[in-house]
Nanobody, 121 residues
Framework: QVQPVESGGGLVQAGGSLRLSCAASGLTFSNYAMGWFRQAPGKERELVAAISSGGSTKYADSVKGRFTISRENAKNTVYLQMNSLKPEDTAVYYC???????????????WGQGTQVTVSS
């Protein structure tokens, strides 16, 4: 069974940094697209960043230049480095794993439980 597990969330002041990790088991990790999504209270889940099986990346406009997604296939892990955090980045962050098409259509098949990120002003 495919199971992504997120870690690394927490409380940080505005301007600070956090690094989220997502370890995925039960899959041939290198073949999967991976995405980071977030959902704030009262809002829909939105794509933050994604990385294809080949290493291509894309970002939401709101995080470009501040967040970096990367993957380490040997560890079945994807990371989200978040710098210059803002209060509006406060949300539950979810990791998704999907087949290669997921990178283009943003439809992911397996989800983690989420990790809370809170940015104080």
């Amino acid at each position: 069974q495919v199971q992504p597990v997120e870690s690394g969330g927490g409380l940080v002041q505005a301007g600070g940094s956090l690094r989220l990790s997502c370890a995925a088991s039960g899959l041939t990790f290198s073949n999967y697209a991976m995405g980071w999504f977030r959902q704030a209270p009262g809002k829909e889940r939105e794509l933050v960043a994604a990385i294809s099986s080949g290493g291509s990346t894309k970002y939401a406009d709101s995080v470009k230049g501040r967040f970096t997604i990367s993957r380490e296939n040997a560890k079945n892990t994807v990371y989200l480095q978040m710098n210059s955090l803002k209060p509006e980045d406060t949300a539950v962050y979810y990791c998704g794993a999907g087949f290669w098409q997921s990178y283009n259509n943003n439809q992911y098949h397996y989800w983690g439980q989420g990790t809370q990120v809170t940015v104080s002003s």
